[in-house]
């Protein structure tokens, strides 16, 4: 079977080795298109432009651009404050912030405190992000004037500050969201934020073009225009690269990260990341609502073989949930569970599948995803388990997870904020089940306990404990099987200028330009 498995992949790597060279192994150098113009290649469109409406990755790097929060994580990972000048902790409790004076939206209107106190409000109530804020107290959030606004939580929590800084905290204009209502975010006149780039033209499944603002209150945007072209194939997007009708591109291939070393006209970027690829499960679907069932698929699978032959020498093997980037993650002790057969079928029989099951692996288009899938779907065989892939597009896939269609899965998860709250809380509590992330749909109270513990815990090493409790927990119910602890690559032209990278995979744009000859 290994050399099975092999030969599939050998040959895939010859066919996509093939395909780079027709497009040529070395880049122009040359700028195609308007000069004015960054243009990012994307591997996936926005699902929706409006902050509240989404929790995914792709919409992300676009809303990060057109809106802004109360604070932000600066290039040393520091919380400093945005559209709040400062803010005051009363008590455990109790926060007041002074907002900037003659900030505008991008329809002219100053930003004043209602617009921040109906933001908050409504993203205490979005189902995409509620996970994030529900720590509010949503009927204590008031303005004091035009530039204060203060609010009280449910209970100490050590995290509110690293929530406000994720996209879901935008700051809305209140007016152009009443008067759009349901459908805020799903057009180009239905877009209105503080940031440096304003939305002029989204052709879905093709673009998403944005425009420098003027009137941005800070420092302008170096580039007059941005554009995002939505290319899911992988090798197009580094050929758009190499040939000019791309500045930048967004998660590379493994195989291309070397094409893009060698390149003199290109410049390659690295960095770890707070995200874990994981086998996910739907634990309220039988026969997945047994762990014995889980532990059985976790043993079926060789992990330490299956990474390596897809992800080639990006990112490594994931031991637990949560990645050692994070803060109280016990990622670096713990170890992947090693390959028994025997094991694996001796728990099916004791879950009452001695003969095994059919079943089904959703994932999105990244190849890699599919790879994995069908690595394991050959390993997964020979302890009886039938497996059928399914491939969607990225907003098919994520509406199969946010209404419990899905058997096993195939996805990432990415910490929101620095805070572990922002990885554990909205993939394992029974509050964030489905839009919010829980996509295995658990319901664990023992699990939901020690997530609300933790959030209320203030005392540092108490709080380590418990996220050490949750991780173990998680483990050894094999609620998911983590895979793969990624890394984000990201290729620029050699003449891009004042790109930063960020452990969340989504880039801020307002200081890159593109320097031409």
């Known amino acids: 079977m290994k050399k099975f498995i092999s030969l599939i992949l050998a040959l895939a790597l010859v066919m996509t080795v093939l395909t780079g060279c027709g497009g040529g192994n070395k880049s122009t150098g040359e700028k195609k298109g308007d000069k004015d113009t960054l243009?990012?290649?994307?591997?996936?469109?926005?699902?929706?432009l409006d902050p509240m409406g989404t929790n995914d990755n792709a919409s992300s790097k676009v809303l990060v651009q057109i809106y802004e929060g109360l604070f932000e994580l600066n290039d040393k990972a520091e919380e400093v404050p945005l559209l709040a000048e400062s803010y005051d902790?009363?008590?455990?409790?109790?926060?007041?912030?002074?907002?900037?004076?003659?900030v505008k939206f991008h329809n002219g209107d100053e930003m004043k405190a209602s617009d921040v106190v109906f933001s908050l409000k409504r993203a205490c109530e979005a189902p995409n992000v509620k996970h994030l804020f529900n720590t509010i107290d949503e009927d204590s959030i008031k303005a004091d004037d035009d530039y204060t606004v203060r609010f009280n939580l449910k209970f100490p929590y050590p995290g509110i500050i690293a929530s406000l800084m994720h996209p879901g905290g935008a700051i809305l204009c209140q007016k152009e969201v009443e008067a759009a209502g349901d459908s805020y975010g799903t057009s180009t006149d239905k877009v209105c934020g503080t940031g440096p780039f304003k939305l002029d033209e989204w052709s879905k499944a093709n673009a998403i073009k944005l425009s420098r603002f003027e009137d941005y209150y800070g420092e302008k945007a170096k580039m007059?225009?941005?554009?995002?072209?939505?290319?899911?194939?992988?090798?197009?997007r580094l050929v758009e690269l190499q040939t000019g009708g791309a500045d930048i591109i967004y998660e590379l291939q493994?195989?291309?990260?070397?094409?893009?070393?060698?390149?003199?006209?290109?410049?390659?970027?690295?960095?770890?990341?707070?995200?874990?690829?994981?086998?996910?499960?739907?634990?309220q679907k039988a026969p997945f609502d047994n762990p014995k069932v889980r532990q059985a698929v976790a043993y079926a699978i060789d992990m330490d073989d299956l990474i390596p032959k897809v992800w080639l020498g990006l990112g490594k093997t994931a031991s637990n949930s949560m990645p050692p980037s994070l803060k109280y993650s016990i990622g670096g002790e713990t170890k992947a569970r090693a390959r028994d057969v025997e094991k694996a079928k001796a728990l099916l029989a004791e879950a009452g599948y001695p003969n095994g099951f059919d079943t089904t692996i959703s994932t999105n288009e990244r190849k890699q995803r599919v790879d994995m899938a069908t690595i394991i779907k050959e390993q997964l065989k020979e302890v009886g388990i039938n497996v059928t892939i399914n491939v969607m597009e990225w907003s098919a896939f994520n509406d199969v997870l946010k209404n419990a269609k899905q058997d096993m899965f195939e996805i990432a998860w990415n910490s929101d904020t620095p805070d572990p709250d922002a990885f554990l809380f909205p993939c394992f509590h029974s509050s964030a089940k489905g839009e919010g992330g829980n996509y295995c749909w658990l319901e664990d109270p023992e699990m939901d306990k020690l997530l609300d513990d933790a959030r209320q815990e203030l005392d540092e090493t108490k709080r380590g404990e418990i996220y050490r409790k949750a991780q173990e927990y998680i483990l050894d119910n094999q609620i998911w099987i983590p895979e793969y602890w990624s890394?984000?690559?990201?290729?620029?032209?050699?003449?891009?200028?004042?790109?930063e990278m960020n452990c969340f995979g989504y880039y801020k744009l307002n200081k890159v330009e593109v320097k031409t000859k």
Do not use: C
């Not at 926060?95 to 900037?100: A, E, N, P, S, T």
């Open 39 to 48: 243009v990012i290649a994307n591997d996936s469109d926005a699902i929706s």
């Open 89 to 102: 902790k009363v008590s455990d409790t109790e926060y007041v912030f002074h907002l900037r004076k003659g």
């Open 224 to 236: 007059a225009k941005v554009e995002y072209k939505i290319i899911p194939e992988p090798t197009n």
């Open 254 to 283: 493994p195989l291309d990260v070397e094409k893009v070393e060698k390149d003199e006209n290109l410049v390659m970027l690295r960095s770890a990341d707070y995200g874990t690829t994981y086998l996910g499960f739907n634990t």
């Open 487 to 499: 890394e984000l690559t990201v290729a620029t032209s050699k003449n891009v200028e004042g790109f």
